[in-house]
């Protein structure tokens, strides 16, 4: 049986205790335990709030270095994205406080929520709350679009029952 969590994701808070995600120093990432209100995500893309992407980008190439070729800058990238998540267990940028969203498919849905929302496993969807708020395990990196301040990855999130999404239709691209 699940462990009963909370609408709006208090359970998931480590520090300090008792107030909701997105103000909290640090939540619980730990993707072992679904709690019966939540929706476990298979994280295909994060889309990083302009202003925090803007900012890691220039901390990523101060210290990467003068001369620093692109490479080097993205992987200052990934480490700084990796650092907040380390901290925090979810991708709220140290110095702004912003986060973004992410496209992922739904991997498992808490049994309390079975049948009383319109998501099945398997579905595309985009949440539409911040990343600042949402457990996140980062595995791995693939692809990041500076341009667009888009980062892919291998990871899991958790949408909790308050959170809302979209659901990507199959003939529309992320």
Do not use: C, W
Not at 153 to 164: C, D, N, T, V, Y
């Amino acid at each position: 049986m699940q462990p009963k969590g909370n609408k709006y994701g208090v359970h998931r808070v480590l520090e300090p205790k008792g107030v909701l995600p997105q103000p909290a120093n640090k939540i619980d990432n730990n993707m072992d335990v679904l709690y019966d209100n939540e929706i476990l995500i298979d994280v295909q893309t994060l889309n990083v709030d302009s202003a925090s992407f803007t900012d890691i980008m220039n901390y990523a190439k101060q210290q990467a270095g003068e001369g620093a070729t692109k490479e080097q800058i993205l992987e200052e990238v990934k480490k700084e994205m990796l650092l907040n998540v380390e901290l925090q267990g979810k991708h709220r940028n140290r110095r702004t406080g912003s986060g973004g969203m992410l496209l992922g498919k739904v991997e498992k849905i808490g049994d309390a929520l079975k049948g009383k929302i319109d998501l099945k496993e398997g579905d595309r969807i985009a949440t539409l709350v911040s990343l600042s708020l949402t457990p996140l395990r980062i595995d791995s990196f693939g692809e990041i679009r500076p341009e667009i301040d888009q980062v892919d990855i291998k990871g899991k999130a958790i949408l909790f029952e308050s959170g809302i999404y979209a659901k990507i239709p199959d003939d529309m691209p992320e």
